[in-house]
């Protein structure tokens, strides 16, 4: 159901950069220090471990103020592609609230959140 093909992280793309607040997400140097830092492998773990931690449950804590502004890349990423809070991931995404995320969704929202780092990467 949420795999993500070019096709549908391109058609994705389009509609978050129509939102006037998606697209006003950027990545900025200490972002991007900690990337090379780190590395993306790292940033993909902490992305999973995020997801897994702050958005799988059925119900999060706090759904829809969990995810901060600042503090880390996987972050902003996150408030840029609609993967922040369970109401965003249903709007968006088409991912139910009021059940456990699964491990596929879990990957689908990993993916998006680095493809959308990897290419905020190269647009600087």
């Known amino acids: 159901m949420n ?3 070019d096709k549908s992280w391109e058609q994705l793309k389009a ?3 129509k939102s006037k607040f998606r697209s006003r997400f950027k990545l900025k140097d200490n972002d991007l220090s900690y990337i090379q830092n780190k590395g ?3 940033v993909k773990k902490h992305c999973a471990d995020f997801i897994s ?3 799988s449950s059925a119900t999060p804590l706090n759904d829809g103020k969990q995810t901060p502004l600042k503090g880390h ?3 902003i990423a996150q ?3 609609a993967t922040c809070c369970r109401s965003c991931l249903l709007k968006w ?3 139910e609230k009021g059940k456990k995320l699964n491990e596929e969704e879990i990957n689908y929202i990993t993916n998006i959140i680095m493809l959308w ?3 905020a990467m190269e647009n600087i």
Do not use: C, D, Q
Request: proline content about 4%; cysteine-free.
């Open 3 to 5: 795999t993500l093909s």
């Open 40 to 42: 993306l492998e790292t």
């Open 79 to 81: 408030h840029a592609t």
């Open 15 to 17: 509609r978050l950069n």
């Open 93 to 95: 995404h088409g991912i």
């Open 53 to 55: 931690k702050r958005l």
């Open 73 to 75: 890349p996987v972050f």
């Open 117 to 119: 780092i990897k290419e």
